[in-house]
């Protein structure tokens, strides 16, 4: 069974809005990067950097193969969005006394599981769309799982900074 040319419109709709949320998620990294520049957290957060942005070109690669291209007003909202919850965070916490860190690190992780939703979904489908049926949705998935657990130990330390004693 082939993907109809209606759901086809669907499939590009959905990868449209997966790669907008990935370039929140690089915005957002590249800001944690800044953040903490000089100190332990740049290294963890560009080697997420990286990964994610890999991630992103082999999503880009599979909108390109399905006939679509990036949706530059999602990717322009993604883009502000990230910019007006950072400013929304600086205002709530502007000593950085550790809830900023929280909230994004929490932002970060739903990005992920949604991430490895969008890796599970294509998998489901990937016999009946040409453009998907070369695609290592397993090792996607492994690595998406692998950033899921990193992030989930920096989310609990950042937890333990805002709220501990």
């Given at each position: 069974m082939r993907i109809s040319s209606m759901n086809a419109d669907h499939l590009?709709?959905?990868l449209k809005d997966h790669f907008a949320g990935s370039?929140?998620?690089t915005q957002l990294l590249?800001?944690?990067?800044?953040a903490h520049s000089g100190k332990p957290l740049e290294q963890v957060f560009g080697d997420l950097r990286r990964e994610i942005g890999e991630d992103q070109d082999a999503l880009q690669k599979i909108l390109k193969q399905s006939g679509g291209s990036e949706g530059?007003?999602?990717?322009?909202?993604?883009?502000?969005?990230?910019?007006?919850?950072?400013?929304?965070l600086l205002l709530e916490d502007p000593a950085g006394s550790g809830l900023s860190l929280l909230?994004?690190?929490?932002?970060?992780?739903?990005?992920?599981?949604g991430k490895r939703m969008l890796?599970?979904?294509l998998?489901?489908?990937a016999s009946d769309a040409p453009a998907l049926s070369n695609i290592d949705f397993d090792q996607l998935d492994e690595r998406a799982e692998a950033q899921s657990r990193q992030v989930e130990e920096l989310r609990i330390e950042?937890?333990?900074q805002a709220f501990g004693g």
């Open positions: 590009r709709t959905y370039v929140a998620a590249d800001h944690l990067i800044s530059l007003v999602r990717n322009a909202t993604a883009f502000v969005g990230e910019k007006l919850s950072r400013v929304k909230e994004k690190l929490e932002a970060l992780a739903l990005g992920i599981q890796w599970r979904s998998k489901t489908v950042a937890a333990r």
